[in-house]
């Protein structure tokens, strides 16, 4: 009734404002969205209609009416708007959920992807370190080749000399065999005329000659002429006289002064011996011939790793008969070529050597690598051409400073130059050179001061690391005791028993094979004996901590803790200089701690690697880390190798 009033003609804008009001105020003063829906649906349903009271003021612009208006339009919940946005919202989140599923689905294919990928980069990973083992191998190989490639150009420059000394050798042996020839005629013309001689003796005994005067034969006579001439004598005289006594024939005379060779040439001593103070080891005689183990036997095991070895009690506890059957050298004459390079290589031995053999084919290695001549690098060092001879050949170079030794040899010697080994001559020139090692070591350290401190310490710690897990190694030991009764089982009988060997030896096991399978090395063996005696030592590499050490080098090592230290008290003077700058100041205070407690470490560190060099009779002094260490970690490969990847093979007849 309310609302049929609401536009009832004649129309009240008064009227219809208040009733407006009253709605807009029921609307509005509704407790929650639920009851102001349900006053407007009553309202609505009452036939409550905008559009009518729009149209019942004809035109009017009411301004109250008009405002109220508004307000039930602002104030007005649309239940169908909100249901079809409901419904446009309810679609829209499906097609999101779609989406998301879609995503989700992808991200599952793109992890999937990402694992595979992942697990890509880890056989990646894998294979680049296998990789880098055989660079490193190849590296080895490459290195063996160049030695090759250095023997076979001596063997090829003394080949072309022996050429022409053979032309003159076979002359000289023609000549020789004329001579021979002819002296072996005239002892036949000997022994006939003394078989002559001889022969009359006996005729003039056997005509009964008596007492008196003895007939000669006078030089220049003949045997006949002698015999008529007793004969006739006897007749006038009547009396014979008994034959001389004829001296035998002279020994051939001399070739060209050359006296000829005894019949019997006495052998040489033994090889072995104990030293001084050092009771001589009992040689082992194996039961078959065996290839000689060509190591490096030690001159003195005290104060060493092989002092307190026992490897005759690991001879008495293995059964070598597997071993002797493997190894087994079967007896061979040496063919023309072998003997030919025999000679070859005495010839080249014969070559004048001042630096130790190591040493010198260490250096032309080096020399190789550079790739330059001396002349080249002397300029190179003069003019401080890093571009010409890069820091890390100065480094290598370093390695290789002439001892006072070597330098008086090299001057004693060099009205000899045209007689020096390539080794011989590349350092004879260098070291003419004016401050030489100064020079080398200033161009070694430019431009890498900065980085001195970050990159010593770790250096520092792994030689440390490395020389304790050495040292403390009991695993260690037993392999080195193992490997001291086989080469002693292999190489006494001929060369005498040994206390001990450089560590250079480990890489000839892998070099003596086996005879019976060529691709069973001694390593081999000695892998297969500790694991079926002493499976407990043969992961020893384990209780090594000797990677990173066999990057080391000791002697830059040692000029970078120098040159922290010197470069420390360099900045401690300007400090003092300059009190007022509050940079150097800090820098000092900064450094020096960390500086002290660096060289703290590296005197440690020296003492250790001292030690575990001395227990391996080498000298720390000439010896790298990253040689001493080298050695170890390459034999831990070779171990590894042999051990997880090969087998010993024994064939069904050997006993």
């Not at 001439?229 to 009547?238: L, S, V």
């Not at 096991?509 to 005879?515: F, I, K, V």
């Not at 700058?581 to 020296?606: D, P, R």
């Amino acid at each position: 009734m309310l609302m049929s009033a609401l536009v009832q003609e004649p129309v009240d804008p008064a009227f219809q404002a208040a009733v407006l009001c009253f709605i807009n105020t029921v609307v509005q003063t509704a407790h929650g969205p639920n009851a102001r829906v349900f006053h407007q649906h009553e309202f609505l349903e009452a036939g409550f209609s905008v559009q009518e009271v729009e149209r019942s003021l004809h035109g009017r612009q009411d301004e109250r009416v008009l405002h109220e208006l508004r307000e039930w339009a602002k104030n007005f919940i649309d239940i169908q708007q909100y249901m079809d946005d409901l419904a446009v919202a309810r679609g829209r989140a499906r097609d999101l959920k779609e989406d998301l599923e879609t995503h989700q689905r992808k991200l599952h294919e793109a992890n999937i992807d990402r694992e595979n990928q992942f697990e890509q980069i880890r056989r990646l990973l894998k294979k680049t370190e296998n990789q880098r083992e055989n660079i490193l191998t190849l590296n080895e190989n490459i290195n063996e080749l160049l030695e090759v490639k250095l023997e076979r150009d001596q063997l090829v420059e003394e080949n072309e000399k022996m050429a022409e000394a053979n032309k003159r050798y076979h002359l000289h042996t023609t000549e020789l065999k004329e001579k021979v020839e002819s002296l072996a005629e005239e002892k036949k013309i000997i022994d006939a005329q003394q078989d002559q001689i001889e022969f009359l003796q006996d005729k003039i005994q056997a005509l009964g000659g008596g007492e008196g005067e003895e007939p000669t034969v006078k030089p220049g006579v003949s045997v006949d002429a002698a015999a008529s001439t007793t004969d006739t004598d006897a007749g006038e005289n009547g009396s014979r006289s008994e034959a001389p006594i004829i001296p035998p024939a002279p020994p051939p005379p001399p070739i060209d002064g050359v006296p000829m060779a005894p019949a019997f040439v006495p052998p040489p001593p033994p090889i072995g011996g104990g030293l001084v103070g050092v009771p001589m080891k009992k040689a082992v005689v194996p039961n078959v011939p065996l290839p000689m183990l060509n190591w490096l036997p030690i001159k003195n095991p005290e104060h060493t790793i092989f002092k307190d070895l026992n490897d005759e009690a690991v001879l008495e506890t293995i059964d070598f008969s597997e071993f002797e059957a493997m190894f087994q050298v079967k007896r061979i004459e040496k063919s023309k070529k072998d003997l030919k390079r025999e000679e070859n290589l005495q010839k080249l031995s014969e070559q004048l050597h001042l630096i130790e053999q190591r040493r010198a084919r260490n250096l032309v290695i080096a020399k190789r690598r550079i790739g330059h001549t001396s002349y080249r690098v002397t300029e190179f060092i003069m003019n401080a051409d890093l571009d010409g001879l890069l820091p890390e050949h100065c480094e290598l170079l370093l390695k290789f400073i002439p001892t006072e030794e070597e330098l008086a040899d090299l001057t004693k010697h060099s009205h000899r130059l045209h007689e020096f080994g390539e080794a011989e001559r590349f350092i004879y020139d260098l070291a003419r050179l004016d401050r030489y090692e100064s020079r080398l070591t200033s161009m070694a350290y430019m431009g890498n001061f900065d980085d001195l401190l970050t990159t010593t310490q770790p250096q520092i710690d792994a030689v440390l690391s490395a020389s304790l897990s050495v040292f403390r190694s009991a695993r260690l030991k037993k392999i080195f005791e193992i490997i001291l009764a086989f080469g002693n089982y292999m190489n006494s009988s001929r060369r005498g028993a040994v206390y001990g060997f450089r560590l250079e030896s480990l890489n000839k096991l892998a070099d003596t094979r086996s005879t019976y399978d060529k691709k069973q090395t001694l390593l081999h063996y000695i892998a297969h004996v500790v694991e079926k005696l002493y499976p407990h030592q043969l992961s020893f590499y384990d209780d090594l901590d000797i990677d990173e050490a066999a990057k080391v080098s000791n002697q830059i090592l040692g000029e970078d803790v120098r040159n922290l230290r010197v470069g420390l008290e360099d900045v401690k003077i300007e400090k003092e200089k300059e009190p007022d700058n509050f940079i150097i100041f800090s820098f000092y205070l900064h450094a020096q701690k960390k500086v002290e407690i660096l060289t703290e470490t590296f005197s440690k560190m020296e003492d250790a690697y001292r030690e575990v060099c001395l227990m391996f009779s080498e000298s720390p002094k000439t010896v790298e880390p990253s040689e001493f260490f080298g050695m170890f970690q390459k034999f831990v490969r070779a171990w590894k190798v042999v051990t997880l990847h090969s087998t010993i093979h024994r064939h069904k007849h050997l006993v």
